[in-house]
């Protein structure tokens, strides 16, 4: 019952951030210069009768709150075009969404895995050279850009040694091991960006962990040694970790997988969002934002639940 | 105290394993009472070997940086926005062009002039590197001090009283992580940068670096505030916390300085965590709004332009992207001073901190 009434709560605070969000992000093209979309659409060499006739045909002339209005009721009813492009924005998210979320969580799912394994293995060795290695790894896994990673790999797995495509995209429907193959080499590159970060938290937490009483307590209980790690010192040293993969996961599935996209010649979300802004081009921003809106919403609320699960002195929902 | 960890003493539970490796018998914790936070820290710091070789790595670049005109005057001749383009120098006995005649510049030289090459307008890239190098870490430094200060206290609210106020204040981190950053630094970045703020208590010069240190500080809020409220949800229900609370400690007391201080497991003291995720991160969105403030149209013209970040530069020797060629103007654009187009180029460097 708690989860259920922790449920409807998030939700009705979910539809307040989106609309807090879709607000705030259609009010931003009034505080940019050359924000007003009337001067794209009438095109380069437009005259000012021109522009004010585009105003007038698409009612940006018209009060911000009746264009809000307007823009949302389209955006609802998925009939909303690009201003630049002039296609359906759902269309251009429908081809993009598969490619983004494939290499998010292609990605999530090797920096997760090696994170932990770093960072157990880091607070077992704490001090010896194996964890002076990791953390060395890690801080230089931090410190690298991606595109430069990723450039790099490209440059000598793929173009110098032939063994993975030089980018592009080939969808699982199509074929399942070309897909994974044409996806390695991006999955690895984003996941090198986490992993760092990840492991270096997990790392301290877990060695914190292992000197509380409870931990004392269940190896005098006579459990083992991996029993204990898994279940009574990971639990606890995740709740930071999960914290930041909600966020995290959230961004990279809105779109900032923007660099591995261009490098990779993915056309995911990443690069049609950054493309959006880059012309001001309102409907897809607009959308692409209320869209990463919701998994950053959805995707915290399920941390809150994970923390529960993961440390049994929270509550979920507690007050 | 310390002993040498034998095999029977390295298993978990048997023995308590301290911050910095050191193993203590159980029932030797004693040996360690007395020891504050900060000497813990500093302690766990030191037994750190590759975090004091990358710390002195750091060290040395924001040393280098300070530098810059040191470096610009008297080693490499040259200031940061000098254009030698139709230039000639000497290299190992040879005549070279700095920028050819097909607009090859000249590569990394090794010498003191050009040490790192030059730019397509016949600029030293290593003096525009150490100028950048200057901004970026100001801009970076400000964006930690904001990210950090806001986020622990946000946090610690959010984590501590729980209820409505965590429920206000996540769905306020929330908003701000949904909120596209680019967009952002184009928008404020842009207007802030051409106008700059007044808000009657005190004044934004327009081309400040306060403005790109604000987004970026602010926008990473979340980043640093969601981790650290899970660790207090967790933390305000411990032992500790009900035995200063029957102290009669007040709750700003338990935050601050039971909860945030704690020890082994107070969330600040992640010495991975806090200090590097404005820094994994900042960086990435420094070069999304130092493209857009620093490097734009705009600030081109209202900044000096070695205020530059480093990340410009950078960015501008990536040829990754296929959105780094300057675009035609997208709209109709007037002339004049007050035109400041910010769609002329759209930055690769939107997200993956």
């Not at chain 1, 002076?132 to 450039?151: N, Q």
Request: proline share 6%.
């Amino acid at each position: 019952m708690d989860l259920l009434r922790f449920a409807v709560r998030r939700l009705v605070s979910a539809v307040v951030v989106l609309f807090a969000v879709s607000v705030l992000t259609f009010l931003i093209f009034e505080a940019i210069p050359n924000g007003n979309p009337a001067l794209r659409l009438a095109g380069r060499t437009a005259t000012p009768a021109d522009i004010a006739a585009v105003s007038k045909a698409y009612g940006f002339n018209k009060p911000l709150y009746v264009q809000y209005l307007k823009t949302m009721d389209q955006i609802f009813t998925g009939r909303i075009e690009s201003y630049t492009q002039h296609v359906t924005v759902f269309s251009q998210i429908e081809r993009g969404f598969p490619i983004t979320l494939g290499l998010s969580l292609g990605a999530a799912v090797m920096w997760l895995i090696m994170a932990v394994i770093l960072g157990v293995v880091g607070a077992l060795r704490a001090g010896k050279a194996s964890d002076t290695a990791i953390t060395s790894l890690s801080f230089l896994g931090i410190s690298a850009p991606s595109f430069v990673v990723g450039a790099l790999l490209l440059y000598v797995l793929a173009y110098k040694l032939g063994w993975f495509p030089n980018g592009g995209y080939v969808g699982p429907s199509s074929s399942i091991p070309s897909w994974f193959h044409h996806m390695v080499l991006p999955w690895f590159t984003l996941s090198i960006l986490y992993v760092g970060v990840y492991a270096q938290i997990l790392r301290s937490n877990v060695l914190d962990t292992l000197s509380e009483d409870y931990v004392r307590t269940a190896r005098a209980k006579g459990l083992s040694r991996s029993r204990v790690m898994v279940r009574h010192v990971l639990r606890t040293s995740l709740i930071p970790i999960v914290s930041l993969f909600g966020l995290d996961f959230a961004a990279l599935v809105g779109g900032s997988t923007i660099i591995v996209e261009s490098v990779f010649n993915l056309n995911g979300i990443g690069q049609y969002v950054a493309m959006s802004i880059g012309e001001l081009d309102i409907p897809p921003v607009l959308v692409a934002t209320l869209f990463g809106a919701f998994f950053v919403v959805l995707l915290n609320a399920v941390v809150d639940v994970a923390y529960a699960t993961l440390d049994p002195r929270i509550k979920v929902g507690a007050s | 105290m310390t002993l040498t960890p034998g095999p029977e003493l390295t298993e978990i539970g048997s023995v308590v394993r301290h911050d910095d490796g050191a193993l203590l018998l159980p029932g030797a914790e004693e040996a360690t009472v007395g020891v504050g936070p900060y000497q813990l820290a500093w302690r766990r710091l030191r037994r750190n070997r590759s975090a004091l070789i990358f710390g002195g790595l750091f060290i040395l670049i924001v040393v280098a940086c300070l530098l810059a005109p040191v470096y610009a005057d008297h080693i490499a001749h040259t200031g940061p926005n000098v254009n030698h383009i139709s230039e000639v120098i000497t290299v190992g006995g040879h005549q070279k062009d700095v920028v050819s005649l097909t607009g090859t510049p000249i590569g990394p030289t090794w010498h003191s002039h050009f040490f790192f090459g030059a730019d397509a307008n016949g600029r030293d890239v290593a003096v525009r590197l150490l100028y950048g190098g200057r901004n970026s870490l100001e801009i970076s430094a400000l964006a930690t001090i904001i990210t950090i200060g806001i986020g622990t206290i946000v946090a610690l609210v959010a984590g501590y009283f729980g209820g409505w106020a965590d429920n206000v204040l996540s769905r306020l981190l929330d908003l701000i992580w949904a909120y596209p950053v680019l967009l952002l630094g184009v928008a404020l970045g842009v207007s802030l940068s051409i106008s700059g703020l007044d808000l009657g208590l005190f004044t934004l010069k327009g081309g400040s670096d306060i403005v790109p240190a604000l987004i970026i500080g602010v926008v990473y809020i979340p980043y640093v505030a969601r981790p650290i409220r899970g660790e207090v949800l967790s933390l305000r229900n411990r032992e500790f916390v009900d035995a200063a609370r029957a102290l009669g400690a007040g709750r700003l007391r338990i935050m601050f300085s039971e909860i945030l201080h704690r020890p082994a497991t107070g969330p600040v003291h992640h010495p991975g965590g806090l200090p590097l995720l404005p820094r994994s991160r900042g960086a990435g969105a420094q070069l999304v709004v130092g493209d857009h403030a620093a490097e734009r149209g705009v600030a081109a013209r209202d900044r000096p332009p070695p205020d530059r970040g480093a990340g410009r530069d950078a960015g501008a020797g990536r040829a990754v992207g296929q959105h780094r060629g300057r675009r035609p103007a997208p709209g109709p654009r007037p002339p004049g001073p007050g035109d400041h187009q910010v769609t002329a180029r759209l930055p690769t460097t939107a997200g993956d901190r």
